[in-house]
């Protein structure tokens, strides 16, 4: 099974896609919009996720501690969250896995969301538009 928190990345709340109100919701679908890779050498790339391998959709269990793939992409990538917290406004998700470090702010009452993640010489960022799964 391919692992999904290498690609992820949260360290802002991205400011210009339409998202929802996550006031209380414990599971949520994450649309991908921008990422910017960058190295230790202070190159920079912006690129559509799908470039950087992150998937368009990314659903998000705060209560399973989960994040995975929609069945509908055809793949089974899941990723074990270790720390939760919910406070301010916001939905915080953190871990680690396969040598890179991942952290997902996601504001409640937008439903803007960053995923970061931080390996040996590497980085990236991904803003995303998120919203309730019923």
Not at 47 to 61: A, H, M, R, T
Not at 68 to 85: C, F, H, I, N, Y
Not at 94 to 122: K, M, T
Request: charged share 20%; aromatic share 4%.
């Amino acid at each position: 099974m391919k692992l999904l928190a290498p690609l992820l990345v949260a360290a802002a709340v991205a400011g210009s896609a339409v998202a929802d109100d996550l006031t209380g919701a414990d599971r949520l679908l994450c649309s991908t919009l921008r990422a910017t890779a960058c190295t230790a050498a202070g190159n920079c790339e912006s690129l559509p996720p799908g470039e950087l391998n992150i998937p368009q959709f990314v659903q998000v269990s705060v209560k399973g501690k989960e994040l995975s793939t929609t069945p509908a992409s055809g793949e089974d990538r899941r990723t074990l969250v270790q720390t939760v917290s919910r406070g301010d406004g916001q939905i915080v998700l953190q871990g680690y896995e396969s040598g890179r470090a991942f952290s997902l702010v996601i504001d409640e009452a937008s439903g803007q969301a960053a995923f970061a993640s931080a390996a040996e010489s590497r980085g990236v960022v991904v803003f995303a538009a998120c919203t309730p799964m019923r």
